[in-house]
T-cell receptor, first 112, second 110 residues
């Protein structure tokens, strides 16, 4: 069973569109994350979220918004996509606190 | 702010040992991690160490932590071509998210 799964794996879209990336975890974890990996492989936290608190990295544009319908899901919605949003986005989950995080396989977003 | 530094590239021959080094600045780091990313794949947790430990061994992997110098290393014994990947060092403080280094690309040649 896949622990953390993201869909789609690849997403190609035009500038200005709105898109969502879905993430689901079946580990019973209470905290989920979104990370962005740029073309140079640098990884940066975008959001962390549990049922009590959303923590947003201040560098993330407000066009990006996480949406959590329940504890097992944290979707990433992006409005008005820009070329610079092209990257690989990783979802992860963990128990609250710095225990190991389990990562999804990533979604490669290409904005054209 | 928090910072994690690693060398960007390491090349070794098959059968040799590989040592990937990492330094971090956050003195409140509680956990230190090594992740592996193969081409086109997600991040795989290899191992992690608590900041009150000096060493952790897991089969071919040995993690050494020098807390005084804020230096972490990952040693891979008998490196194989399948070990070729990018290795990310990461740290987190208590109840905090991970901060990643830029990754070290390990290339293993036959």
């Amino acid at each position: 069973d896949t622990a953390v799964s993201q869909t789609p794996k690849y997403l190609v879209t035009q500038m200005g569109n709105d898109k969502s990336i879905k993430c689901e975890q079946n580990l019973g974890h209470d905290t989920m994350y979104w990370y962005k990996q740029d073309s140079k492989k640098f990884l940066k936290i975008m959001f962390s979220y549990n049922n009590k608190e959303l923590i947003i990295n201040e560098t993330v544009p407000n066009r990006f918004s996480p949406k959590s319908p329940d504890k097992a899901h944290l979707n990433l919605h992006i409005n008005s996509l820009e070329l610079g949003d092209s990257a690989v986005y990783f979802c992860a989950s963990s128990q609250t606190g710095p225990t190991e995080a389990f990562f999804g396989q990533g979604t490669r977003l290409t904005v054209v | 702010g928090e910072d994690v530094e690693q060398s960007l590239f390491l090349s070794v021959r098959e059968g040799d040992s590989s040592v990937i080094n990492c330094t971090y600045t956050d003195s409140s780091s509680t956990y230190l991690y090594w992740y592996k990313q193969e081409p086109g794949a997600g991040l795989q947790l290899l191992t992690y160490i608590f900041s009150n430990m000096d060493m952790k061994q897991d089969q071919r992997l040995t993690v050494l932590l020098n807390k005084k110098d804020k230096h972490l290393s990952l040693r891979i014994a008998d490196t194989q071509t399948g070990d070729s990947a990018i290795y990310f060092c990461a740290e987190s403080a208590e109840y905090s998210t991970l901060t990643f280094g830029k990754g070290t690309m390990l290339l293993v040649s036959p």
